[in-house]
C-alpha cells in the first residue's frame, strides 16, 4: 500500500500543500504513513490524531507508539525520536500487553508462556509497564511461574524478576519461601547458567535490600512511580510482613523495597542446611554459599562475575550479630584461593574492581574479629585455646592434673573481674597468684582476657594458624625459649600479638594504596616472594654505611625540642617571660631579670615574616649580616615572627637570632596550639629520625652491643633556670 501523509499539528491537511514529514509510522496491519509530528503536543494527543487520521476503531488508550528497538515513545522523548527522524511503530499500549501476559502466564501452556515472559523480560522496566503490570496481580503470577518451572521457561521469568527489581517499587511482598526457593535454585550445581545468573543477581539484591539503609522518604511511603504491589493473592501476602522490622519512630514503607536484608537472607540459607541436614550439620558449610564459591571457577565469565558481586554483597552488609559466622564459614570454603585464581584467570576491569573490593571486605573483617574482645565463654574461643596448648605440649602442674572438675586439654583459665568459667558442663576454677600456666607460652599474666585485648579475635586466630601449621616447631621454639633465663626469653604469644597488631596496620596501608593502584594484594605478595631477601638486605646495609644516620644525626636535639615543648605544655609554665634590651645580657636564675611576660593561652595563631631587626641592635646580639646598615629601608627578617592574641592585635613581635632557634620556637608554639609544625627543618629533622626508626626495624638489627629502647622519654624538667642547651652542628 501505497504511504500517506498525515499532520498531527491540527491543521487541515489542504493548508500545507509543502507538507514536510518528520517521521514513518507503521501500524500492526503493515499499513505505513508519513507524518509530520509536532513535538509539542504530549504522545497522547499524537496517538489520538494518528488513530483519527489512520480511521482506526479502536479507543486511542489502547495504543502506544514504540520506536524499532521496541523503546516506549513518552513526553520525556518524543522531541529526541522527531529530532532523530526514527521509524516509529503504533502497538498496543502497556496495558492491553499485561492483560495479555499475565493471561499466558496464568494459562500454564510453555510455549505460551516463553513468548509471554521474553516480551515481559523487556517491557517491565518501564514505568507505565510496570506500573498495570502490578496493579493488575502480575507479580504473583511470575512468581507462581517461577515457582513450579524448570529450563529455559525458568531462565526467562527469573530474568523477567530481575529486570522488576531494577526499580525502587513494586517488589516489597517477596514472601521468605520464594526466597528459599531462589537459595534451593542456587544451591543445585546442575542448573543451567542461565538460570542461575539470574537467580544470583536476584538475591544479590534482597541483600541490600536491608531497612538499616533506607532513607527517610522510603519509610514515608514516598514513591515517584506512585505504584502499587496490589494485586498479591493470599498464599504471598499471608507470608509477606516485614521480617526485619523498621527503624524506630517510623511508619513502615508502604511501596519501598526496603523489607529484606542479610540477615533474613542469612538465616533462610542456614534454614535450607537444617531441612537436609537437621538442627546439628556439624562442619557442614552452608550449601549454597558452597555452591557459590565453587561457581567463582565457573567456565563462564559472566557466571563467575555474578557469583563474586553476591559473595561481595554479602561481605559488605553482614551484620554485627552474623558476621563472624559468615566469615567462618567463608574461611572454612578457602575463599581467598577461589578469588585468587579468578583474578589470574580474568583481567577484565569490572573483575578488578570486584576483587578490590572483595579485598576491602576482608580487611574490613579482620578489624572487626581485631576489635572483638576474646570471650573466654565461648566454644570456639576455647576450642582454640585448647589446639595452642595441645601444640605446645607442656606438662600441667601436679596441681592441675585432670579431676572430674576439670577436663584434659588447655589449663583453667583465667577471665579477668568474670570469676569461674564454665566450659561444657565442667567447672574451671581461677589460677592462684603464684601459678605460671599461660606465662609459659609467652604471655605476661594469666589473664587472657588482657593478653589478648589489643588483637581480639584475630590474635588468637593468629596464634592458633602459627601453632598448627607446623606443630613440631611450635613446641620447638616454646620449649626452648622456657629453657633459657626469664631475662633472655623470648615470649611467643607476646611476638605474635605484636606482629599481628602490626602487619594489620600494614595491611590496612596497603589496602588504600591497592584502591589507587588497582592491584590486588595477591600480585603484591607476589612480588615480595619474588624478590631476593638476601640481595635486599645488602643493600639496605650499604645505605646504612653510607648514610651513617645514626653517627651524623645524634638524638640530642629531639631531646631538647620534647623538653621544650613539655615546658610549653605545663601548667605551671603558662606565661612566656622575656626582657626587652637592644642588647643581648646574662639572664640570672629566676624570673627577677624578665619583668615582661606573655599569657600563653592568650595566642591565637603565629605568623611569619612580620617585623624587620631594630636598627638600634647592638652589633653582639645578632649575625653582623643581618644587622640592617644605617639609613637603610626596614625589611621583614625571614627569621622573624608575631604573636597574634585571641583580643586582638599582637601579643609579642620576634626575631629568632638563627634559623636553628627560629624552627623550635615557631614548631613549638604550634605544638603548643596544637597545630603540626611547619618549618623545614624541623620536618627534616622528624623525617630522619623516622628513617633511622625504619631502617632498624628492616635490618632487624639485634642490639647485642648496644642497648636500644623501644621508647625514649624526655628527662624531666629542670628545677632551676640555670642551665643552657648545647648547640650541635
Same mark, same amino acid.
Given at each position: ?37 509536532? +513535538? ?13 487520521? &489512520? ?9 502506544? &507508539? ?18 532523530? $527522524?526514527?521509524? &516509529? ?21 510453555? $510455549?505460551?508462556? $516463553? ?26 503470577? &511470575? ?48 542448573? @543451567?547458567?542461565?538460570?542461575?545468573? +539470574? ?50 519512630? %517510623? ?42 564459591? $565453587? ?6 565469565? %559472566?557466571?563467575? %562475575? ?234 639496605? %646495609? ?8 645514626? @653517627?651524623?644525626?645524634? +638524638? ?34 629566676? @624570673? ?58 599582637? @601579643? ?56 636500644? +629502647? ?20
Amino acid at each position: 500500500m501505497k504511504p500517506t501523509a498525515i499532520n498531527t499539528s491540527g491543521a487541515a491537511l489542504h493548508s500545507k500543500p509543502t507538507l514536510v514529514p518528520t517521521n514513518s509510522v507503521s501500524t500492526k496491519d503493515g499499513f505505513s504513513v508519513r507524518a509530520r509530528i509536532d +513535538p509539542t503536543l504530549p504522545v497522547s494527543d499524537v496517538i489520538r490524531q494518528l488513530c483519527t487520521n &489512520l480511521k482506526v476503531a479502536d479507543h486511542p488508550a489502547l495504543y502506544a &507508539l514504540r520506536d524499532e528497538n521496541d523503546v516506549l515513545i513518552t513526553d520525556a522523548n518524543l522531541r529526541r525520536a522527531i529530532k532523530d $527522524k526514527a521509524n &516509529l511503530k503504533l502497538v498496543n499500549a502497556p496495558v492491553v500487553e499485561v492483560v495479555d501476559i499475565i493471561e499466558k502466564l496464568s494459562g500454564r501452556e510453555d $510455549k505460551s508462556m $516463553k513468548l509471554a515472559l521474553f516480551s515481559l523480560q523487556k517491557y517491565i522496566q518501564e514505568d507505565s509497564f510496570a506500573s498495570e503490570f502490578l496493579k493488575r496481580g502480575g507479580l504473583v503470577e &511470575l512468581l507462581n511461574v517461577i515457582t513450579i518451572t524448570h529450563g529455559n521457561t525458568l531462565a526467562y521469568a527469573l530474568k523477567a524478576l530481575q529486570n522488576l527489581m531494577s526499580l525502587d517499587y513494586g517488589w516489597s511482598n517477596i514472601p521468605p519461601p520464594f526466597i528459599s526457593r531462589l537459595i534451593d535454585i542456587l544451591s543445585n550445581p546442575l542448573n @543451567l547458567v542461565n538460570v542461575c545468573r +539470574p537467580a544470583t543477581s536476584i538475591l544479590k539484591r534482597l541483600v541490600e535490600a536491608d531497612p538499616r539503609f533506607a532513607t527517610e522518604a522510603d519509610y514515608l511511603g514516598v514513591n515517584q512511580s506512585g505504584q502499587s504491589g496490589a494485586g498479591l493473592s493470599s498464599r504471598i501476602s499471608s507470608s509477606s510482613k516485614n521480617p526485619t522490622g523498621t527503624k524506630p519512630g %517510623m511508619k513502615p514503607p508502604s511501596e519501598g523495597v526496603w523489607n529484606y536484608g542479610f540477615d533474613l537472607v542469612f538465616d533462610l540459607m542456614k534454614a535450607q542446611d537444617e531441612d537436609e541436614f537437621g538442627p546439628n550439620r556439624g562442619d557442614r558449610s552452608i550449601k549454597v554459599l558452597e555452591t557459590v564459591v $565453587k561457581r567463582l571457577s565457573s567456565g563462564d565469565s %559472566m557466571m563467575a %562475575m555474578d557469583s563474586m558481586l553476591l559473595i561481595n554483597s554479602l561481605l559488605k552488609n553482614a551484620t554485627e550479630s552474623r558476621w563472624e559466622e559468615l566469615d567462618d564459614e567463608l574461611e572454612r570454603l578457602n575463599i581467598r584461593k577461589a578469588v585468587i585464581r579468578l583474578s589470574s584467570l580474568t583481567t577484565s576491569e569490572e573483575l578488578n574492581s570486584s576483587t578490590l573490593e572483595f579485598q576491602a571486605n576482608l580487611m574490613s573483617f579482620a578489624y572487626r574479629r581485631k576489635n572483638t574482645p576474646i570471650d573466654l565463654h565461648s566454644a570456639s574461643v576455647r576450642n582454640a585455646l585448647d589446639t595452642i596448648w595441645a601444640a605446645a605440649k607442656l606438662p600441667l602442674p601436679e596441681s592441675r592434673t585432670p579431676t572430674r572438675k576439670t577436663r584434659r586439654g588447655s589449663p583453667r583459665i583465667r577471665a579477668g573481674s568474670q570469676g569461674a568459667e564454665v566450659y561444657d558442663g565442667t567447672s574451671y576454677d581461677e589460677p592462684s597468684s603464684e601459678e605460671q600456666i599461660w606465662v609459659k607460652l609467652g604471655f605476661d599474666s594469666e589473664n587472657l582476657r588482657t593478653e589478648f585485648a589489643r588483637v581480639g579475635l584475630l590474635g588468637l586466630d593468629c596464634l592458633r594458624v602459627l601453632a598448627t601449621a607446623s606443630r613440631d616447631y611450635f613446641r620447638e621454639i616454646v620449649v626452648e625459649q622456657l629453657s633459657r633465663p626469664p631475662e633472655r626469653r623470648c615470649p611467643v604469644a607476646r611476638a605474635s600479638n605484636e606482629v599481628v597488631e602490626l602487619l594489620s596496620e600494614h595491611y590496612r596501608l596497603i589496602n588504600y594504596a591497592l584502591r589507587d593502584e588497582t592491584r590486588p594484594w595477591h600480585e603484591v605478595e607476589h612480588d615480595f616472594l619474588e624478590s631476593e631477601y638476601r640481595e635486599v638486605r645488602q643493600r639496605q %646495609m650499604r645505605e646504612l654505611e653510607q648514610q651513617d644516620d645514626l @653517627l651524623n644525626k645524634p +638524638p640530642s636535639r629531639k631531646y631538647v625540642l620534647e623538653t621544650e615543648y613539655k615546658a610549653l605544655e605545663d601548667k605551671s609554665m603558662r606565661y612566656l617571660h622575656f626582657v626587652d634590651s637592644v642588647v643581648k645580657i646574662p639572664i640570672r636564675p629566676g @624570673l627577677d631579670d624578665l619583668p615582661e611576660r606573655v599569657d600563653a593561652s592568650l595566642i591565637l595563631e603565629v605568623i611569619t615574616n612580620t617585623c624587620a631587626i631594630p636598627p638600634n641592635i647592638h652589633p653582639g646580639s645578632m649575625s653582623p649580616a643581618d644587622i640592617p646598615s644605617p639609613g637603610a629601608p626596614l625589611v621583614a627578617s625571614a627569621l622573624s615572627f608575631s604573636l597574634l592574641s585571641t583580643r586582638g592585635g599582637s @601579643l609579642a613581635d620576634l626575631v629568632a637570632e638563627n634559623s636553628t632557634v627560629f624552627s623550635d620556637w615557631i614548631d613549638g608554639f604550634n605544638m603548643l596550639r596544637g597545630d603540626h609544625f611547619t618549618t623545614k627543618e624541623t620536618a627534616e629533622f622528624v623525617q630522619s629520625l623516622t628513617e633511622i626508626g625504619l631502617k632498624i626495624k628492616l635490618l632487624d638489627l639485634s642490639g647485642e652491643k648496644v642497648d636500644i +629502647p623501644d621508647v625514649i622519654y624526655p628527662p624531666p624538667l629542670p628545677s632551676t633556670t640555670d642551665f643552657f642547651f648545647a648547640e650541635y652542628d
